[in-house]
C-alpha cells in the first residue's frame, strides 16, 4: 500500500491549500483516514482523521474550525483543506492509514505516507 500526498506548498497567513493523498495498492475502502504534521524541532502530531465510510472525523483542537478532511473512497483518495492558515500550520504533512480502527494517534497506524512540505509566511 502507497500513499503519495501532495498540495502542499508556500501560502500567506490566512490564506488556503487543498492537500491531497492518493493510495494505490488496496482499497480504501475499510481504512480509518489521516493526516499529520511535524514541524521542524517538534514531535510530529495529530490533524484530523475521518472513519472509513466518511461519517465520523476527529480534529486536533489547533485545526478545529479552520481544517476539513474529506474522502472519496471511489477515487482511493483523502483530503485535507485548510483554511485560514497560520505561520504555526507550517510542517510537513502526512496521510495515514489504519485498517478498520480508528485513527487516535500515530501509534496504531498501518501506513505512513511520503509528506509534502506546507510553508505559511506571516
Known amino acids: 500500500v502507497q500513499l503519495q500526498a501532495s498540495g502542499g506548498g508556500l501560502v500567506q497567513a490566512g490564506g488556503s491549500l487543498g492537500l491531497s493523498c492518493a493510495v494505490s495498492?488496496?482499497?480504501?475502502?475499510?481504512?480509518?483516514m489521516g493526516w499529520f504534521r511535524r514541524a521542524p524541532g517538534k514531535e510530529r502530531e495529530f490533524v484530523a482523521s475521518i472513519s472509513s465510510g466518511g461519517s465520523s472525523t476527529r480534529y486536533a483542537d489547533s485545526v478545529k474550525g479552520r481544517f476539513n478532511i474529506s474522502r472519496d473512497n471511489a477515487k482511493n483518495s483523502v483530503y485535507l483543506q485548510m483554511d485560514s492558515l497560520k505561520p504555526e500550520d507550517a510542517a510537513v504533512y502526512y496521510c495515514?492509514?489504519?485498517?478498520?480502527?480508528?485513527?487516535?494517534?500515530?501509534?496504531?497506524?498501518?501506513?505512513w505516507g511520503r509528506g509534502t512540505l506546507v510553508t505559511v509566511s506571516s
Open positions: 495498492g488496496r482499497s480504501i475502502s475499510n481504512y480509518n
Open positions: 495515514a492509514a489504519r485498517l478498520l480502527r480508528a485513527i487516535l494517534g500515530a501509534r496504531g497506524v498501518d501506513y
